[in-house]
C-alpha cells in the first residue's frame, strides 16, 4: 500500500514554496545540484571507496570510520592512513546490523569545525543542534536481530539499552501496517534518566516565553520517523527497510516532518556523508526563540518559520510577519506544529465535539488505526484540540506491544490511565477491552461528498479481533452537537474549498470552543488575586483567596459560557466533571503559580518604591540582614525570568541592597559581600 506523499515536496525531487497564496517556487532538490551541494559543504561527501565497498569517512575530529553502504565489510587497517595533523586518529566501523547497545559509536565522535564555525569558538559542542534535535537515530531491520539501531548522531549522545529497544520498536510499523513506500508518522516515548550528553539546553528562556503547548518536554522524547520499504533484490529477505528518526524535546511536528521529507530521500541514497552534512548545518541554525521568524538552511533550500509565543494572537490563520530584515526565503511553513485537523479528523467529523469532551476531562481513549501515520496524526490532533489549554495527561502517537511500558499502560489490576493510546495492532483491542473509549478507523472511504463517518456503539460489542470501525463508549456528550459547523465543512467540500480552508474553520471553532469553556474560570481566578493596595513593603505578600467549586458554580448564571458560545447543553455537569481532570489540576496550578509570582513582583515594586532609609532606623542588624537576604532571593528570581518585573525595578533593588550593606558595620559587610 502506498503511503500519501510527504507535506513539504508533493514531488520528490522539488520543493514547493509557499509565499503567500498565489505564489510558487520550484526548487530542485535531486540530482547533480544536491550532490554537488553536500561534497562542496563537507569533504567526506566524496570519500574514497575502500575495499569492499565501504565507504571511508573522515569523521569530524580526524577519526576515519568505514560504513558499508550495502552490507557489513571488514576494515582494512592499511586503508586507513592517519589524516594531516590529526595525530590519534582511529579507524571505526558500523555495520548495518549493528546492535541497539552497540550503535552510537559508528558516525563522528565529536563535530566538524569549518574556518566559520572556528571563528564562532563555541565553548560547547554541538550548543545550537542541541536547541532543536537531541539526536539523529538510523534504524534498520536485520534478518538475525529483527530492527537494529544501526546509527545515532552525534555519537556521544548517550542512550540507555530501553531507550535504544523503544526507538527500534517505535520506528517501524508493525506487521499488520504492510506500508510499502515512504511512511512519516511520529512516537512519544518516556526518559529513562540521567545526563545525556555533554552539552545541554536550558529549557527556561525557551519555555518562560513559548505556549504552554509547545514547551519542550521535561521527562519524554518525541520521535519523528521517515520510513521507507521498497521491493530490492540485492536484500535477502527481499526489501530495503530502514528509517530516519529525528529525536527531539520540541512538539513542531510540521516542521520536522518537512525536514525529513528533505533529508530522508537523500540519505537513502548516499548514507552517511549526507547525514552528517546536514547535522553539521543544523549546528549552525539560531536558537528557537519564541515571537521570532527564523530562516533555517538545510540542503541547499531554506526553510522559513514563525516560532509561536505566549503573546501571539491565538489566530486559526498564521500571523503575519515583518520581513523587512529577512532575506527571501524559498519554502515557506506557515506553522511549525499544526496539522491539516480537517484530513485528520475525516473519519469521525460527526464526533468531533464528543472526542473534544472526552480530551477535556482526561479520559484514557485508545485509538486504533491501519497504519502509523494515521494512529500518530488522529492522536496529536486530538491532543492539540483543547488549545491554548496544555493537554496535560499522557499521549502516545504510535505503541507497540514491545514497548517497555506495555504492561503498566495495559494493566489490569487499577483503573485504565489517563492517557490517549494510538495503535495499529488489533491485539490491544482484546487486551484493553476494559478500556471506557476505543476509537477505530479504518482507511479512508468516500461516502458522498464527506468521508464515510465512523458510528457511535456500545462497548458490549467491542469482542472481536475484527471489530468494525466506530467509536465504543458509553459516554453521552454533555454538549448538543454543532450541526452548523457540520453543514459548512460539507457546503466547504461541495464547493472543492481546499483543505487548508476546511482545517482553519474546524481549527477556530474548537478553539472558540475551549475558550469559551475557560474564559469563566479565568475570571473566576482573577476575582480570587488579591487588591493591589493590599501588598504593603514591610510585610509578607497577601495569600490569594482559595478556588470554591460552589462559588464558581454559582457564578455561571450571570457569567457562563452561554455569554459566548451558542451550543447549549449540560454545562454545569461539564465543569463538575472537569473539575476531577488532570487538566484542571494543571490548569489551576500552573494559574496559581503565575498569580503568586505577580504577587511577589508587586510586592518587589513596592519595596523599591518605599524609604529604605527611614525603616531601616530603628532596626536591628539582624532585620537589616534578613532584609538584604530576602531581597536578594527576590533579585535572583527576577532575573532568573520567574517574576514579571521592569528592568528599572531590578536596578532599583540593586541599588537598595548595596545601599543597605553599606549601612552595616564592616564585619557583616564582609559576611555578605565576599571579596
Known sequence: MQRRASPLLADPGHATSVIGKHHQLQTPLTGWGLSRWYIGRH???????????????RGPSGLRQQLDCSEAGQVNPRDSPQRAGTAGATTMEVPVGTRPQEAGEGLGGTRSMSSGRAARASAVPWARFSAWLECVCVVTFDLELGQALELVYPSDFRLTDKEKSSICYLS???SHSGCLGDTQFSFRMRQCGGQRSLWHVDDGPYNNKAPLALQREPAHY???????QVK??????????????????LPFVRLFQSLLSLIAPEYFEKLAPCLEAVCNEIDQWPAPVPGQTLNLPIMGVVIQVHIPSRVDKLESNPPKHDQENLLPAPVVLTSVHELDLFRCFRPVLTHVQTLWELMLLGEPLLVLAPSPDVSSELVLALTSCLQPLKFCCDFRPYF????????????????PPNVVLGVTNPFFIKTLQHWPHVLRVGEPKMAGDLPKQVKLKKPSRLKTLDTKPGLYTSYTAHL??????????LKGVQKKRPWDTLSALLRRHLLELTQSFIIPLEHYMASLMPLQKSVTPWKSPPQICPFRQDDF???LEHAGPQLTCILKGDWLGLYRRFFKSPHFDGWYRQRHKEMAQKLEA??????????????????SEVEVVDLVLKLREKLVRAQGHQLPVKEVTLQRAQLYIDTVIGSLPKDLQAVLCPP
Open 172 to 174: 517501524f510499523p508493525d
Open 480 to 489: 448538543h452537537r454543532d450541526k452548523a459547523l457540520l453543514k459548512r465543512l
Open 232 to 249: 530490492d533484490s540485492s536484500v535477502k529477505r527481499g526489501y530495503f527497510q530502514k528509517s530516519l528518526v529525528l529525536v527531539s524535546r
Open 222 to 228: 518525541l520521535g519523528y520517523v521517515y520510513f521507507r
Open 553 to 555: 458554580l454559582r457564578s
Open 602 to 619: 508587586l510586592h518587589l515594586e513596592a519595596i523599591c518604591e518605599a524609604n529604605i532609609e527611614a525603616w531601616m532606623q530603628d532596626k
Open 400 to 415: 507497540t506491544i514491545h514497548d517497555s511500558e506495555f504492561k503498566e499502560l495495559t494493566t489490569r489490576t487499577q483503573a
Open 43 to 57: 569533504p567526506r561527501a566524496d570519500a574514497p571507496l575502500a575495499p569492499g565497498g565501504a565507504r571511508l569517512l
